[in-house]
Nanobody, 125 residues
């Protein structure tokens, strides 16, 4: 079992920054890939970013590339998403996801079995 708890969401003006964190517990954190997804009201859950179990490989959605950075601290069992140059269209609930059988960064939500409860990010114009 893996438990994931996100934090760091909030209200920010367009152009601002936020840093989301995801605290993981349960199975050995360093052994599996993780990702961030987001869901805006009335829309499907979309991929944002993912990182391999080693942290050496990352992938990003085109919409956030160059603005968001994903990182992990395996010693602290923490996944982070640094978001800069935020836009109103980044407004969504952000979820972290993990799967102990996954080692490579993946864009597919279907490959992740464990999800956090989500944290709201609201970007005002």
């Amino acid at each position: 079992q893996v438990q994931l708890v996100e934090s760091g969401g909030g209200l920010v003006q367009a152009g601002g920054s936020l840093r989301l964190s995801c605290a993981a517990s349960g199975r050995t954190f360093r052994n599996y890939a993780m990702g961030w997804f987001r869901q805006a009201p009335g829309k499907e859950r979309d991929f944002v970013a993912a990182i391999s179990w080693t942290g050496d490989s990352t992938v990003f959605a085109d919409s956030v590339k160059g603005r968001f950075t994903i990182s992990r601290d395996n010693a602290k069992n923490t996944l982070s998403l640094q978001m800069t140059s935020l836009k109103p269209e980044d407004t969504a609930v952000y979820y972290c996801a993990a799967d102990p059988s996954l080692v490579a960064a993946s864009r597919a939500a279907s490959e992740y079995d464990y999800w956090g409860q989500g944290t709201q990010v609201t970007v005002s114009s």
